[in-house]
C-alpha cells in the first residue's frame, strides 16, 4: 500500500550538486519519520540523513555540513539536498518511511560523483 518514489539521481562531478526527492503515498505522512540511506558495492547500508515527523534531523558523519534533509507535509515529500559532492558519496540511494508497524524502502536510485 506505501509506495515511495525516488527521483534525482544521476552522475555528478566532485564538488557539484544534486537533489533527491521521494514521494509518498499510502500513509500519514506527517506522521512518519523519513531518512534516506545509502548503499555502495560490497557495502552496508547506512544512514545518510534523517528527519522525524516533528521536523528534528539527523545525519551521517560524512555528509554533515554538505547535504540537507527538508520535508513537506503538504506534498508528502522528502528531499535530500546533497552539495559538495564527493567521489565517495557513490552509492545507490534509498528513500525510507517508518509507519506506525512497518517500515518501508523506495527502489533506490543510483548517485554517481566522478572525479
Known amino acids: 500500500q506505501v509506495q515511495l518514489v525516488e527521483s534525482g539521481g544521476g552522475l555528478v562531478q566532485a564538488g557539484g550538486s544534486l537533489r533527491l526527492s521521494c514521494a509518498a503515498s499510502g500513509s500519514i505522512f506527517r506522521l512518519n519519520d523519513m531518512g534516506w540511506y545509502r548503499q555502495a558495492p560490497e557495502k552496508q547500508r547506512e544512514l545518510v540523513a534523517a528527519?522525524?515527523?516533528?521536523?528534528?534531523?539527523n545525519y551521517g558523519d560524512s555528509v554533515k555540513g554538505r547535504f540537507t534533509i527538508s520535508r513537506d507535509n503538504v506534498k508528502s515529500t522528502v528531499t535530500l539536498q546533497m552539495n559538495s559532492l564527493k567521489p565517495e558519496d557513490t552509492a545507490v540511494y534509498y528513500c525510507n518511511l517508518k509507519a506506525r508497524w512497518s517500515t518501508y524502502w523506495g527502489q533506490g536510485t543510483q548517485v554517481t560523483v566522478s572525479s
Open positions: 528527519i522525524t515527523s516533528g521536523g528534528s534531523t
